[in-house]
């Protein structure tokens, strides 16, 4: 193999990992938290937080949030099992519930253009997966194990924060195991593990750094 090819070769390598290393480290500083903490905006893994008011300056987890919507924010795992995803009567207000898997391709998306002021419940299943699917339940599948929900709800301003917050409330994430057909069966555990938060660490060799945390990620290969 030429130094050329080989150069080339690592490029497209570089090019195909580097979105599953940065979607890693982005989930694992979004859910390093025991329990759901809205004022951070982080939630454990399978778990929604949600964003009570329009970001500010503050919000440094994603560039350019909207600012006439909230958001409702979920890193799923579905390496065990597949997840029902609960939505609430939407009226007239316009919403959408895109799903992004590892890579950051949307690879599911309900909302008010697609399915009007309601739709669901939904089955969230990774690739490997392949039980039925409950009577009742819409199956949405991913290629990846690991995704992300960013629900987004319009909003008038601040006098109209509480109705969509009761929105975001009625927004919910049941593992399959737990789904009894009512989302009110089911409550999240009070704590869960939490994963430690990155910190990236300059390699003495190369000069590079990498987040200490990718080693417990679920994107990890070692």
Known sequence: MTDESTEQLATEAWLYGYPLVTAAVTMDTMTAVPARDDAR??????????MRATPDASFTEVVS????TLYSS???DLSDQPLVLA???????FWMVPILDA???VCAVVGRRGNGPSAGPFLIAGPSWSG??????TLLTSPTAVNWIIARYATSGPEDF???NRLQDATRLIPLSEWTGDPADYAPPPTSRCPPTP???RHPSTGSTRSTAARTSPFSTG
């Open 199 to 201: 910190t990236p660490r």
């Open 103 to 105: 890579w950051s391709n």
């Open 87 to 93: 939505l609430p009567e939407f009226g007239d207000r």
């Open 41 to 50: 905006r982080k939630a454990p893994v399978n778990q929604f937080c949600y």
């Open 132 to 137: 039925p699917t409950p009577a009742g339940l």
């Open 65 to 68: 949030p909207n600012a006439d």
């Open 162 to 164: 509480p109705a969509v």
């Open 74 to 76: 979920a890193w799923l």
